[in-house]
């Protein structure tokens, strides 16, 4: 089992920066591909960013590439999502995913283990 919880989120300016913060807990992760997605009210869940915590690859979503970046400290089992030059639609609820075994990284549905969500708002 993996706990995941999420911190950082609150209310910024347009333009404005915020770092969330996601601290697992529970199984060793360093197998496991760590996701970023976001729900906006009325809206399905979409794919933000994702890596796996040995390393490699980065994904970002195309809304989010050279404004977003995903990193972690293996000292604090934590993965980070550094978000820069907020827009109004980057508000929604973010959520912090990890599953040991995933096909498609941007798909919601390949992840087994979910954070309870932080609320990002960003004011015009």
């Known amino acids: 089992q993996v706990r995941l919880v999420e911190s950082g989120g609150g209310l910024v300016q347009a333009g404005g920066s915020l770092r969330l913060s996601c601290a697992a807990s529970?199984?060793?992760?360093?197998?496991?591909?760590m996701g970023w997605f976001r729900q906006a009210p009325g809206k399905e869940r979409d794919f933000v960013a994702a890596?796996?915590?040995?390393?490699?690859?980065?994904y970002y979503a195309d809304s989010v590439k050279g404004r977003f970046t995903i990193s972690r400290d293996d000292a604090k089992n934590t993965v980070y999502l550094q978000m820069n030059s907020l827009k109004a639609e980057d508000t929604a609820v973010y959520y912090c995913?990890?599953?040991?075994?995933?096909?498609?990284?941007?798909?919601?549905?390949?992840?087994?283990?979910w954070g309870q969500g932080t609320q990002v708002t960003v004011s015009s």
């Open positions: 890596m796996r915590w040995s390393g490699g690859t980065k």
């Open positions: 529970g199984r060793t992760i360093s197998s496991y591909v």
């Open positions: 995913a990890a599953d040991d075994s995933i096909v498609g990284v941007r798909f919601p549905t390949g992840y087994g283990y």
